[in-house]
């Protein structure tokens, strides 16, 4: 998870809001559609606001249409709030899917991306290797709310690794100097862009590259 700045809403939602709103309350539904929320140029606005990655787990999207539209505040309860563009997060299916609710565990307990900075993440959040855990009781509960320490997630993790570490274990092996255009090349890892940022920040950090 890193620090989010939302887009500005995309012109579909802007314009369907209120009504799809009024629709969807007055047809006594659970749920709304997903072919209006999850809307091509809505997917697009939420994927440019966090470079095409899982705004919980930092999974890149090959393609937005393995992403998920979650409700951060569930529909059910707070029906307004269904097409609320501040309500609506990109998620990877395995963060999205049999989430516990927000009765069972409250998103006021977990780390939000758009409310914390990286500085308050990476206080709650810590690696080793590709295991995710929890530093402070909020930093567990954001892992087990989002189900971060999935197996799939540390596979993709230890997948983003090996590239990593095939880099540095050919410097070392070359015994090149450590030049700027390198480091670079390392600290890209750690870019916001780049899938499971955070953990390589945290990488970084330790070998003293940060």
């Not at 620090?3 to 009504?19: D, F, G, I, S």
């Not at 990286?118 to 590709?130: M, P, V, Y």
């Not at 916001?192 to 970084?204: A, H, N, Y």
Request: glycine share 4%.
């Amino acid at each position: 998870m890193r620090h989010l700045q939302r887009l500005e809403k995309p012109q579909k939602l802007a314009t369907n809001e209120v009504a799809w709103t009024e629709k969807f309350i007055e047809s006594g539904k659970d749920r709304p559609s997903n072919t209006q929320y999850g809307h091509k140029e809505i997917r697009e606005a939420l994927g440019n606001t966090s470079y095409y990655k899982c705004f919980y787990s930092e999974v890149k999207f090959a393609d937005l249409s393995e992403a998920q539209v979650d409700h951060y505040i569930e529909v059910i309860e707070d029906k307004t709030r269904a097409f609320d563009w501040e309500n609506l997060y990109l998620s990877h299916k395995d963060s999205n899917m049999g989430k516990p609710s927000n009765v069972t565990l409250p998103n006021s307990n977990c780390l939000n991306p758009f409310v914390d900075q990286d500085t308050e993440i990476e206080s709650n959040l810590h690696f080793e290797d590709e295991m995710i855990f929890g530093l402070t009781e909020k930093g567990t509960s954001t892992i087990q709310k989002y189900k971060l320490n999935k197996d799939i997630y540390n596979t993709l993790r230890v997948r983003e690794l090996k590239k990593f570490y095939q880099i540095a274990s050919e410097i070392a092996f070359r015994g090149i100097e450590l030049d700027d255009e390198l480091k670079k090349t390392l600290t890209s890892f750690a870019n916001p862009d780049r899938p499971f940022s955070l953990m390589f920040k945290k990488v970084l950090a330790k070998n003293g590259l940060l």
